[in-house]
């Protein structure tokens, strides 16, 4: 086991939770940073980060989004003797009109991005696309359940990548030094619409699921019907808005260039997603 462990913020969540897994793989010591962590970890509560950091050298920052922490975290971080960050972001950062001027996740990165490279650190930042894991963890799960995806994503595609491929190049960042003062994008091998990723789901589970395009109005009255704040419906909306706008299909070579290999593939992830049961007994007949 390596002397120093590395704290990864976000450490249970999708890319964090695979990161410390691969990790602990190679034999590195990791303190998984989380409020039921021991020691805890809370974005939002400053006395829980010098436990976290103690004895730290590197960290892979998942950020919180909402709140510009990023930039005090790596401060501190630097005072109490850390060298090296590798900073989770997200695509469309630097893109003009990718993300709305009240984007939450959009104002996290921006400051995010700027705190980790003036910070004197070590450094490199990631910038995937969306998962694939939405679908099968996260946002969209809940629409994959109930068989159909009511979006406001129009015909964009958008290149998926897989949250273990994510993991991986944080990984070589967090162990390798080639990849310091690297900003990597990551996709997926290819760009799919949103019915395109209906039929592979429902494909590989044998379950009908369709997509349903809606107005960007329209999504966000049904979200507040449900019981949804309007501003968290309009935040969710906006967040979707780049694919309507095809934003997203763009191939990125980042995967290749930090791993030395080609990035999974959606339908792999599908077909891996099925089998380990992710939909398994749920989805609505």
């Given at each position: 086991?390596?002397?120093?462990?590395?704290?990864?913020?976000?450490?249970?969540?999708?890319?964090?939770g695979?990161?410390?897994?691969?990790?602990?793989?190679?034999?590195?010591?990791?303190?998984?940073?989380?409020?039921?962590?021991?020691?805890?970890?809370?974005?939002?509560?400053?006395?829980?980060?010098d436990?976290?950091?103690?004895?730290?050298?590197?960290?892979?920052?998942?950020?919180?989004d909402?709140?510009?922490?990023?930039?005090?975290?790596?401060?501190?971080?630097?005072?109490?003797?850390?060298?090296?960050?590798?900073?989770?972001s997200?695509?469309?950062?630097?893109?003009?009109?990718?993300?709305?001027?009240?984007?939450?996740?959009?104002?996290?990165?921006?400051?995010?991005?700027?705190?980790?490279?003036?910070?004197?650190?070590?450094?490199?930042?990631?910038?995937?696309?969306?998962?694939?894991?939405?679908f099968?963890?996260?946002?969209?799960?809940?629409?994959?359940?109930?068989?159909?995806?009511?979006?406001?994503?129009?015909?964009?595609?958008v290149?998926?990548?897989?949250?273990?491929?994510i993991?991986?190049?944080?990984?070589?960042?967090?162990?390798?030094?080639?990849?310091?003062?690297?900003?990597?994008?990551?996709?997926?091998?290819?760009?799919?619409?949103?019915?395109?990723?209906?039929?592979?789901?429902?494909?590989?589970?044998?379950?009908?699921?369709?997509?349903?395009?809606?107005?960007?109005?329209?999504?966000?009255?049904?979200?507040?019907?449900?019981?949804w704040?309007?501003?968290?419906?309009?935040?969710?909306?906006?967040?979707?808005?780049?694919?309507?706008?095809?934003?997203?299909?763009?191939?990125?070579?980042?995967?290749?260039?930090?791993?030395?290999?080609?990035?999974?593939?959606?339908?792999?992830?599908?077909?891996?997603?099925?089998?380990?049961?992710?939909?398994r007994h749920?989805l609505?007949?």
């Amino acid at each position: 086991m390596t002397e120093h462990p590395m704290l990864i913020t976000g450490g249970t969540g999708k890319v964090g939770g695979r990161a410390a897994a691969q990790l602990g793989a190679k034999g590195v010591a990791v303190r998984v940073g989380s409020r039921s962590g021991d020691p805890r970890f809370d974005w939002t509560d400053h006395s829980s980060w010098d436990d976290a950091l103690d004895g730290v050298k590197k960290v892979f920052i998942v950020p919180h989004d909402g709140e510009k922490l990023t930039r005090p975290f790596v401060q501190r971080a630097k005072e109490l003797g850390v060298e090296r960050v590798v900073l989770l972001s997200g695509r469309g950062t630097d893109v003009p009109g990718y993300a709305g001027e009240d984007s939450i996740a959009g104002r996290t990165h921006i400051d995010g991005e700027d705190a980790v490279r003036t910070s004197g650190l070590e450094w490199t930042v990631v910038r995937p696309t969306w998962f694939a894991q939405n679908f099968s963890e996260g946002l969209f799960r809940d629409l994959v359940l109930g068989g159909e995806l009511r979006l406001p994503a129009g015909d964009g595609a958008v290149s998926f990548v897989d949250a273990e491929d994510i993991a991986a190049v944080a990984v070589a960042a967090l162990t390798q030094d080639k990849h310091v003062g690297q900003t990597y994008e990551l996709s997926g091998p290819s760009a799919l619409t949103i019915g395109q990723v209906a039929d592979l789901i429902s494909g590989a589970t044998g379950r009908p699921l369709r997509y349903t395009p809606l107005a960007p109005r329209d999504f966000v009255a049904e979200l507040v019907a449900e019981g949804w704040p309007l501003a968290d419906a309009e935040d969710y909306a906006d967040a979707v808005g780049p694919i309507q706008r095809n934003m997203d299909s763009r191939l990125s070579q980042g995967v290749q260039t930090a791993l030395g290999r080609s990035p999974r593939s959606f339908a792999l992830f599908v077909k891996e997603a099925a089998a380990a049961g992710a939909w398994r007994h749920q989805l609505i007949d």
